[in-house]
């Protein structure tokens, strides 16, 4: 393994150095995830507590209503036993309702409640602002072609489900 030949390891250092992470994808992916979700917490402030994976969450519920349980976790990429904890969450919240499928009685459909509806039309503008300031170091010309990099990225995931791959 290679070792920096700078300065020794000090708190005091004003740059830290990342070795060969700092030329590594998934490393400056994960730490432009943790900015725009810091990002996110400090611009919403929402009196149902509405984190980014929740409001992922009821994105895709408002655009598929009737959506079961076990969609909604292939659709968000996420385990199905975690999806419960979650629908529960929201429910509790008042924000959407599970109803049993007329055609399944195993399964549950998602809905929207008004009050959902309501909260997610006053949390998506602040989140299309909190998206613009975000990204507003980019051109929209830039901010496309990243979008569509990072699709391809997950897109070739053979985990990623087809739904999500568009």
Not at 81 to 107: F, W, Y
Request: glycine residues 8%; positive net charge.
């Amino acid at each position: 393994m290679r070792k920096h030949q700078g300065k020794p390891a000090n708190s005091d250092l004003a740059e830290v150095f990342h070795g060969p992470m700092a030329g590594e994808l998934g490393f400056h992916l994960r730490r432009g995830q943790i900015a725009a979700f810091r990002q996110f917490a400090r611009a919403i402030t929402t009196p149902e507590g509405i984190t980014p994976g929740l409001y992922g969450m009821l994105q895709v519920i408002a655009n598929n209503p009737g959506m079961s349980q076990s969609a909604l976790a292939v659709a968000m990429d996420v385990d199905r036993s975690s999806i419960v904890k979650v629908v529960n969450q929201l429910e509790e919240k008042g924000l959407i309702v599970r109803d049993a499928s007329p055609t399944d009685r195993r399964r549950y459909c998602l809905h929207m409640t008004t009050p959902g509806v309501q909260a997610l039309a006053r949390i998506e503008q602040a989140v299309m602002r909190q998206d613009q300031d975000f990204s507003a170091r980019l051109s929209d010309a830039e901010r496309g072609t990243l979008i569509e990099l990072l699709k391809r990225l997950y897109q070739q995931d053979s985990e990623t489900p087809a739904s999500v791959r568009e």
